[in-house]
C-alpha cells in the first residue's frame, strides 16, 4: 500500500507557472506507474499525465503536451508535475495517483491509490 500526498498548488495569473509535487509513503514507489489527473468543479476526473514506474516513459493529454511535464524521484518517493503557460481553463483540483499494473493508463479506473488533491486556480 502507498499512500499519497500532494503539494505546490496555488493561484496565479495566466501564463505563470507551478510545479505540483506527490509524496508517496513506503519503501515501494518504484513499482508503481504514476498518475496525474485533474478535476474541475461540474466535471469529471480527467487524465492529465502519467509516468512508468524508472520513468522511461511518459504519456500526456494533448491539453497538457508541450506545457506540462511529469518526472520522478525514485531517492525521494516523489512525483512532478511541472505546468507551464498555465490558463484559466487549468484550474482544477489535481490529484496523484498510483497503478500497479505496469501499464500506461489514462483511465481512473486502473489506478488504486490517489492522493487528496491540490487546487490551482489561474485567472486571466
Known amino acids: 500500500q502507498v499512500q499519497l500526498v500532494e503539494s505546490g498548488g496555488g493561484s496565479v495569473q495566466a501564463g505563470d507557472s507551478l510545479r505540483l509535487s506527490c509524496a508517496a509513503s513506503g519503501r515501494t514507489f518504484s513499482v508503481y506507474n504514476m498518475g496525474w489527473f485533474r478535476q474541475a468543479p461540474g466535471k469529471e476526473r480527467e487524465f492529465v499525465a502519467s509516468i512508468s514506474r524508472i520513468g522511461s516513459s511518459t504519456y500526456y493529454a494533448d491539453s497538457a503536451k508541450g506545457r506540462f511535464t511529469i518526472s520522478r524521484d525514485g531517492a525521494k518517493n516523489t512525483v512532478y508535475l511541472q505546468m507551464n503557460s498555465l490558463k484559466p481553463e487549468d484550474t482544477a483540483v489535481y490529484y496523484c495517483?498510483?497503478?500497479?499494473?505496469?501499464?500506461?493508463?489514462?483511465?481512473?479506473?486502473?489506478?488504486?491509490?490517489w492522493g487528496q488533491g491540490t487546487q490551482v486556480t489561474v485567472s486571466s
Open positions: 495517483a498510483a497503478d500497479r499494473s505496469g501499464v500506461l493508463h489514462t483511465s481512473t479506473q486502473y489506478y488504486d491509490y
